[in-house]
């Protein structure tokens, strides 16, 4: 079947894909008749980037679909592309900039009193800073709250559940798992915050190991 791909710069072009045609597989026919190098492509298709593993079946592909091509020339600027084409295909628009506030004056600090309640303010603000998710194995119905930081990798979320499963009423897969955010395989390399998870999402594991990727 005919897939349509769209560059942000440049032509629209078509390629004849199979049905389990891997997307590794799709970026190897990019590569061959228009040249542009696997390393260097982050396919959009329904507001989700298509993991180089999937296949077209499960990325519900079909004749004439329409896939966003972006074409790196760095990994910011890949980042940065990728997240637009996803808000852009959502309907999502940017927050405003906060207003601007004038820095407010640095209070000297000299009696112990002040020191414990400056600590205090800051532990809160921690507190008040971490992302509370909801953690959801495959099989069961049974949910695991956890505390996360936004800026922290989700291989560290991981780690936690191991540290857990040794106290709490659960079984983690012997053989591995991964982390489904969003119908999303979550990088374990990448922070929550570049995934978009928010308070109180969900986020389910899954058994297995992940190979490929972008």
């Known amino acids: 079947m005919d897939v349509i791909f769209?560059?942000?710069?440049?032509e629209t072009f078509g390629i004849?894909?199979?049905f389990f045609d891997t997307v590794l597989e799709?970026?190897?026919k990019i590569e061959k008749y228009h040249g542009i190098p696997i390393p260097k492509q982050s396919l959009i298709f329904n507001g989700r980037i298509l993991q180089d593993h999937r296949d077209v079946e499960f990325c519900e592909i079909l004749q004439h679909s329409r896939i966003q091509l972006v074409v790196a020339n760095s990994e910011l600027s890949a980042q940065s592309e990728i997240g637009r084409l996803i808000m852009k295909q959502?309907?999502?628009l940017p927050d405003p900039p906060p207003p601007h506030q004038p820095p407010q004056p640095q209070?000297?600090?000299t009696s112990s009193k002040n020191n414990n309640n400056n600590n205090s303010s800051s532990i809160n603000n921690n507190n008040y800073n971490k992302l509370k998710v909801m953690v959801k194995p495959k099989s069961g119905n049974s949910k695991i709250a956890m505390e996360v930081n936004p800026t922290d990798n989700v291989g560290e979320l991981k780690k936690e559940l191991e540290k857990l499963?040794?106290?709490m009423q659960f079984h983690l897969p012997p053989e591995g798992f991964f982390f489904i955010y969003d119908r999303d395989v979550m990088d374990e390399d990448r922070s929550f915050r570049w995934h978009g998870?928010?308070?109180g999402d969900t986020i389910e594991i899954f058994n297995g190991?992940?190979?490929g990727g972008s």
């Open 6 to 10: 769209v560059p942000e710069q440049g």
């Open 26 to 28: 799709i970026k190897e």
């Open 209 to 211: 190991t992940v190979t």
């Open 16 to 18: 004849e894909v199979g």
């Open 107 to 109: 209070k000297e600090i």
């Open 90 to 92: 959502n309907n999502i």
């Open 197 to 199: 998870v928010a308070h």
């Open 165 to 167: 499963q040794q106290r």
